[in-house]
């Protein structure tokens, strides 16, 4: 009977032990998926500014792009949502695509790649990325 006890009790404390692992495993995949999402919405954002230029590549590329204005103005943003940005800073490159034929009109490819690193990760683990590549006309 003391035996079936004792067996019955470390196969509880097994699941309970299992239970815990799960959550706190679950907690950080939460964290990771929110700092996804965050890094999505801000690219999204910097494409919407672009958006609402007059979307030459001129115009992007200078004010847009690693270093422009309106990179220096979204930067904050950036390093205030996504930790470990300041090390790792986003980068935003625009390149000129020639117009397809005849007629075409002239775009620009843009690149934002955002980089951070969740606050409890090991130094040794490599940086979280995200790259958004879109076509502006």
Request: charged share 10%; glycine share 6%; hydrophobic share 40%.
């Amino acid at each position: 009977m003391l035996l079936e006890v004792l067996v019955s009790i470390l196969i509880f404390s097994i699941g309970v032990l299992s239970i815990v692992g799960l959550q706190a495993n679950s907690v950080k995949q939460s964290s990771s998926a929110r700092y996804r999402t965050d890094a999505s919405l801000l690219a999204n954002d910097l494409i919407g500014r672009m958006w609402v230029t007059d979307r030459t590549y001129a115009t992007l590329n200078t004010n847009f792009a690693t270093s422009g204005t309106e990179y220096t103005s979204w930067l904050p943003q950036v390093q205030a949502a996504l930790p470990g940005s300041a090390a790792n800073p986003p980068t935003v490159t625009v390149v000129s695509v020639p117009a397809g034929g005849v007629g075409g009109t002239p775009s620009s490819r843009v690149t934002i790649t955002l980089s951070w690193k969740a606050p409890n990760e090991p130094a040794a683990d490599p940086v979280h990325q995200l790259t958004v590549v879109t076509q502006i006309k």
